[in-house]
């Protein structure tokens, strides 16, 4: 065990792993971000804030119960960096730690928690073979480690793909997403609250269209929960 610890130590030495926001070496312990920008990263603490940003965007849109946003996006910042490995750089361990930071925010607010399912937003099926995972997907088993919510990752599906959403209006964005989401064939919502979890918010247009798929389905109640937001 002792020669095993020098070994690792040793491969530190000579290999030391990035940080996946800021890129500096990591110290022994830490696991894929480092302490630093883990303890200087813009947390919004809107699940403290039940009147937050993120909760009016989607005002007479649709009915959501919370909705909080653990991080600020900003372009060029180190959310962005982050957002952009654990969806593109192959990085799903990435994905599940930001998931438990998630979680762990959730837990100092017992409303947040007082849901009967977690739901990640899906992904096309082709598109996370693709990929190779879904980040909502592990970003919610993240947080229901943390939690101990109960996950549904089965329960709504993602008919077809949709393309690029990025040059899009947000009435376009809504229109082309209205008829994208369903639920698998055995899903029971009725008299549920679930809450959502996708990795960015931005115009809103696919978490409000996958928590109408919700409460048609009879669930009593959807809350959001995303690891930012878009200011």
């Not at 990085?91 to 930001?98: K, R």
């Not at 064939?185 to 928590?211: R, Y």
């Amino acid at each position: 065990m002792v020669f095993a610890d020098i070994l690792y130590d040793l491969s530190l030495l000579l290999f030391p792993e990035p940080c996946q926001a800021c890129g500096t070496s990591l110290f022994k312990g830490e696991r894929l971000i480092c302490t630093t920008c883990i303890y200087n990263l813009p947390y919004t603490d809107y699940h403290l804030d039940p009147d937050n940003r993120v909760a009016r965007q989607f005002w007479g849109r649709v009915p959501l119960r919370y909705a909080m946003a653990l991080l600020y996006f900003r372009k060029g910042g180190h959310v962005q960096a982050l957002l952009h490995r654990l969806k593109y750089g192959n990085q799903p361990e990435l994905a599940t730690l930001m998931g438990t930071l998630l979680g762990e925010r959730l837990k100092t607010n017992p409303d947040l928690l007082n849901i009967d399912f977690v739901v990640p937003i899906p992904m096309f099926k082709k598109s996370e073979r693709k990929r190779g995972y879904n980040q909502s997907r592990l970003i919610a088993t993240g947080m229901c480690t943390a939690t101990g919510a109960q996950l549904e990752d089965r329960l709504l599906l993602k008919k077809h793909q949709t393309g690029s959403q990025t040059r899009k209006s947000r009435f376009s964005r809504y229109e082309n997403m209205r008829l994208v989401f369903c639920l698998s064939a055995d899903a029971h919502v009725n008299g549920k609250h679930i809450l959502l979890i996708d990795d960015v918010v931005t115009t809103g247009a696919t978490v409000e269209a996958c928590a109408l798929v919700l409460l048609e389905a009879g669930a009593a109640t959807v809350s959001l929960a995303t690891l930012a937001f878009t200011e």
